[in-house]
């Protein structure tokens, strides 16, 4: 079973929105640091946010102020809120769940975010 499991990719315009989520099951998600990741293609997978047990959150500068990452303990649930979207958000976006007392780490299929210019 897979433990992670994105949804709310999709295609759409420069300057749209899209809401991303990964539901969590078979982890204990109080647990474990959320984060989302993306890969372009012919590029390496890079961090888009974080958050922590803690609700501290870390964003790459390319994403700062358009993005919002949060997190529902009690749905074992993370988001990702994305806003005034550009062609260069195009990626697969990964969400990845850390262990915070193992480091073990875990890592959703994928879903494919296009925006069109």
């Known amino acids: 079973q897979v433990p992670l499991v994105e949804s709310g990719g999709g295609l759409v315009q420069a300057g749209g929105s899209l809401r991303l989520s990964c539901a969590a099951s078979?982890?204990?998600?109080?647990?474990?640091?959320m984060g989302w990741y993306r890969q372009a293609p012919g590029k390496q997978r890079e961090l888009v946010a974080t958050?922590?047990?803690?609700?501290?959150?870390v964003y790459a500068d390319s994403v700062n102020g358009r993005f919002t990452i949060s997190r529902d303990n009690a749905k074992n649930t993370v988001y990702l809120q994305m806003n005034s979207l550009k062609p260069e958000d195009t990626a697969v976006y990964y969400c990845?769940?850390?262990?915070?007392?193992?480091?073990?780490?875990?890592w959703g299929q994928g879903t494919q975010v296009t925006v069109s210019s």
């Open positions: 990845n769940a850390k262990n915070v007392l193992t480091n073990a780490p875990y």
């Open positions: 958050i922590t047990t803690g609700g501290t959150l």
């Open positions: 078979g982890i204990i998600f109080g647990v474990h640091a």
